[in-house]
Nanobody, 126 residues
């Protein structure tokens, strides 16, 4: 069982930045692909970004390419999502998720991830 805890959310103005963190409590973190997903009010959860277990491959939704960057530190069992140039449409609850040895294209699919965090709210005001 892997427990994931997100942090770093908050309220910012458009154009500002936030960095989300997701810490894994147990498990072979270095074998998990880590994904970021978000869910806006009244909408379905959607893929944001993902990084493979070694960090060798990353993937991004088109809506965040060039603005968001995901990275990981396996020594700290932590994955990060750096969000720059935030827009009001980025407002959502952001979730991190862990899936064993996922690669493209499956690492973009929420159904492929076994463990999920509780989510952290990101609100971007205009």
């Amino acid at each position: 069982q892997v427990q994931l805890v997100e942090s770093g959310g908050g309220l910012v103005q458009a154009g500002e930045s936030l960095r989300l963190s997701c810490a894994a409590s147990t498990g072979p973190f270095s074998t998990y692909t880590m994904g970021w997903f978000r869910q806006a009010p009244g909408k379905e959860r959607t893929f944001v970004a993902a990084i493979t277990w070694s960090g060798g491959t990353t993937a991004y939704a088109d809506s965040v390419k060039g603005r968001f960057t995901t990275s990981r530190d396996n020594a700290k069992n932590t994955v990060y999502l750096q969000m720059n140039s935030l827009k009001p449409e980025d407002t959502a609850v952001y979730y991190c998720a862990a899936g064993s040895l996922l690669t493209l294209p499956t690492m973009k699919r929420g159904s492929e991830y076994r463990y999920w965090g509780q989510g952290t709210q990101v609100t971007v005001s205009s």
